[in-house]
């Protein structure tokens, strides 16, 4: 049973454009969620998280937006810079222990000079 | 300063075979967590340590899995008796104690089970 599901495994975008990238999830009980960013060869990033008493946190060109009815959350990306081509995790825990996380499958972003 | 040390970075081993990975955390980090990502998937919870508390084996797929940490710092995960399905990237991740400390990974162990 996948509880952190990424529909979407690619998405490709041009320079300059956003990027969005989406999550769901199915555990009403999650009340943090984390983005990762991966390159290959190399272990994952964090980029930015959200607390469910949250709906949007903002960091430089990264935004996370969390849709807690709709247990949605989008990552979106402006610019996007040909740098950020990579596979993004989403990621949910419980604040008990927000180490332990749940990971979506990834997707692979490519942005196009 | 040094991030997270993983070793090796590969290993191809032959099925039935015993294995040892190992993880050097961020000097002061309590937390240290193991994960894996088979292919094609998200990564995989495994087992967590925090500082001298029993640790949370929850993760481990199977009583071939097994992992320690000695002296609160370097962590090595065994698997016993390789099977193919363990084939897979070993990540290990270490953090500050408290809350919404983010992970900090290593560049993981590829393991191969032939």
């Given at each position: 049973?996948?509880?952190?599901?990424?529909?979407?495994?690619?998405?490709?975008?041009?320079?300059?454009?956003?990027?969005?990238?989406?999550?769901?999830?199915?555990?009403?009980?999650?009340?943090?969620?984390?983005?990762y960013?991966?390159?290959?060869?190399?272990g994952p990033t964090f980029?930015?998280?959200?607390?469910?008493?949250?709906?949007?946190?903002?960091?430089?060109?990264?935004?996370?937006?969390?849709?807690?009815?709709?247990?949605?959350?989008?990552?979106?990306?402006?610019?996007?810079?040909?740098?950020?081509?990579?596979?993004?995790?989403?990621?949910?825990?419980?604040?008990?222990?927000?180490g332990k996380l749940?990971?979506?499958?990834?997707?692979?972003?490519?942005?196009?000079? | 300063?040094?991030g997270v040390?993983q070793?090796?970075?590969?290993?191809?081993?032959?099925?039935?075979?015993?294995?040892?990975?190992?993880c050097?955390p961020i000097?002061?980090h309590?937390a240290l967590y193991w994960y894996?990502?088979?292919?094609?998937?998200?990564l995989?919870f495994l087992?967590y340590f925090?500082?001298?508390?029993?640790?949370?084996?929850?993760?481990?797929?199977?009583?071939?899995?097994?992992?320690?940490?000695?002296?609160?710092?370097?962590s090595?995960?065994?698997?016993?008796?390789?099977?193919?399905?363990?084939?897979?990237?070993y990540l290990c991740a270490s953090s500050?104690?408290?809350?919404?400390s983010p992970l900090h990974f290593g560049?993981g162990?590829?393991?191969?089970?032939?």
């Amino acid at each position: 049973d996948q509880q952190v599901k990424q529909n979407s495994p690619s998405l490709s975008v041009q320079e300059g454009r956003i990027s969005i990238l989406n999550c769901d999830y199915t555990n009403s009980m999650f009340d943090y969620f984390l983005w990762y960013k991966k390159y290959p060869a190399e272990g994952p990033t964090f980029l930015i998280s959200i607390s469910s008493i949250k709906d949007k946190n903002e960091d430089g060109r990264f935004t996370v937006f969390l849709n807690k009815s709709a247990k949605h959350l989008s990552l979106h990306i402006v610019p996007s810079q040909p740098g950020d081509s990579a596979v993004y995790f989403c990621a949910a825990s419980f604040s008990g222990n927000t180490g332990k996380l749940i990971f979506g499958q990834g997707t692979t972003l490519q942005v196009k000079p | 300063g040094a991030g997270v040390s993983q070793s090796p970075s590969n290993k191809v081993t032959e099925k039935g075979k015993d294995v040892e990975l190992r993880c050097d955390p961020i000097s002061g980090h309590t937390a240290l967590y193991w994960y894996r990502q088979s292919l094609g998937q998200g990564l995989e919870f495994l087992i967590y340590f925090q500082g001298n508390s029993a640790p949370d084996k929850s993760g481990l797929p199977s009583d071939r899995f097994s992992a320690e940490r000695t002296g609160g710092s370097v962590s090595t995960l065994t698997i016993q008796r390789t099977q193919q399905e363990d084939s897979a990237v070993y990540l290990c991740a270490s953090s500050l104690q408290g809350m919404n400390s983010p992970l900090h990974f290593g560049n993981g162990t590829r393991l191969t089970v032939t």
